[in-house]
């Protein structure tokens, strides 16, 4: 079946730097466009950033363009978030997600940013 496994996250000052990683198998993953999104505490899930099969087109959230950067390695079946100049509203639950059928989403990593 499906699996979305992350791994990266953690605490980390203001203006600092993490990149999020997320292992997929169970389906071709350089087949399908692949979804970071994020969860804070008594928010509602958003979207962070989207990257297109082959990597050919990006898309963010206004909230982190310029700060993150999707990427994907097919080879490795594995797709990051490079997250530079941290904020303490970026602290949240990030999800890597497969929003095409069938759909998935991994358990979660903590990204917690605090002085």
């Known amino acids: 079946q499906v699996q979305l496994v992350e791994s990266g996250g953690g605490l980390v000052q203001p203006g600092g730097s993490l990149t999020l990683s997320c292992k997929a198998s169970?389906?071709?993953?350089?087949?399908?466009?692949m979804t970071w999104v994020r969860q804070a505490p008594g928010k509602a899930i958003e979207m962070v950033s989207t990257?297109?099969?082959?990597?050919?087109?990006?898309a963010y959230v206004d909230a982190v363009k310029g700060r993150f950067t999707i990427s994907r390695d097919d080879a490795k079946d594995t797709l990051y978030l490079q997250m530079n100049d941290l904020k303490p509203e970026d602290t949240a639950m990030y999800y890597c997600?497969?929003?095409?059928?069938?759909?998935?989403r991994g358990q979660g990593t903590q990204v917690t940013v605090s002085p």
């Open positions: 997600a497969k929003l095409t059928e069938p759909s998935a």
């Open positions: 169970g389906f071709t993953f350089s087949r399908h466009a």
């Open positions: 990257i297109t099969t082959g990597g050919t087109s990006t």
